[in-house]
Each structure stands twice: as C-alpha cells, then as structure tokens.
C-alpha cells in the first residue's frame, strides 16, 4: 500500500470517529453545569428552611446575646455561622410584630416591622420580588464556594435559593395594621445597628388579619 493511500485512509478514519456536537452541548462539555444548582428548590424546602425556623432565636434574645459576648467572633461562633473568615456572620432569628409600613415601589419590596418587644423596635423584612444578598444561601452549612469553586456558578445559587424562598411566600399582599410573625435571617460583619433588614424564610400571619 502506497504511503499517499495510507494517509487517506487513516484520514478518514479519524474523520468517521469523530461526532458533532451542538454549541450548547460542547459547552456543557467544557463546563459542566454543577448538580447543586439543579437542587435549589429542594434545598430550600428541606433543608434551609426548616433549619432556620427549628434554631431561629427571638430577636430581642440574640441581639442580647451578641452584645453581651467577649467579641463579635465569639457571638458568631456561639450564635451564628460563617463559612469564610472574609463574609459576613449569619443569624438566624424570629420576630413577631404589626406592620407599620409598606413598600413596594421598587423590585426589592420591603415591610417595616414594628415588634411586639419593645426592645427590637422597628425591622424591615424583604418581601419581593426580588432579595438582596445572600444571607439564605449562606445560612446553609451543608454546601459553601467550595463544592462550586466558580463565583458565577455559586452566584447563581444563590439567586436560585432566593427565587424559591420568595415563590414560597406566595403572593402576600401585606397590608398596615398586619399581625406577622417572621422567621429569617440577616448579616453583620460587625455588632448589628438597627433596623435589621432581615431575609424571610418563612412569613405567619395572625389569623384575625388574614
């Protein structure tokens, strides 16, 4: 067999093993897309959730509690979570109170909260559409950046996270005068100052105001 006939033979042989694949599919290929985004929802519903009100402490409690530790390491490490020394402290936290006000002018709706201890005073709680930060994602001790290790990736996640907690809310339509009890979350890097902007995992209402 002549050398120029081998060459076209071996030619086409790598030819036929090879396949085309779509764009999408070679990306995925490249980067394959992480399996705990798939479980957001899920996470959510079993685990963040019920993991925040089973250990959520009464505000007025903890706010105590964290200004009467050593040092603000010592009040996350006993009350609270971090996963990196570089983030934010996340407590988690209950509070019950009358809405006092309203907003949902912006996409990032907001109630303010006036508590029934008198030592909280005023929270805001988001509402929705859409949350700011991450504070749900980054209460969970089950998964951190490193089962990512892609800032989008881990981004997305937590966008993922907060789509369900607020799809859980239903469609509230929260109105002044509302008896609500709140079980959330919120972030300090330092002791916290009021008012707590909290993130809700879950939202009570008071049946008479139902």
Known sequence: MSSRLMWILMATLLLCSCR?????????LKNPPNPHLAQAAMLFDQQIAPQIVSSAKP?????????GAKDFDTACQQLGYRSQDENPCVFNTTV???VSEVNTESRNG??????????????KVQ?????????????YRGLSYSDFNDQNMF????????QRAIASLGKPSFKVGDKLTIYGVFS????????????PAKITADKATQ
């Open 20 to 28: 085309i694949v779509s764009e999408k599919k070679l990306a995925e």
């Open 127 to 139: 509402i929705g559409p859409t949350f700011r930060g991450t504070e749900l994602r980054d209460s």
């Open 96 to 98: 019950s109170g009358t």
């Open 155 to 162: 981004g997305d996640f937590g966008k993922a996270i907060n």
């Open 110 to 123: 907001q109630i303010v909260l006036k508590s029934d201890d008198p030592k909280v005073g005023e929270v």
């Open 59 to 67: 505000l007025a409690t903890l706010l105590g509690q964290i200004e």
């Open 188 to 199: 300090a890097f330092d002791t916290p100052q009021p008012p707590i902007l909290l993130t």
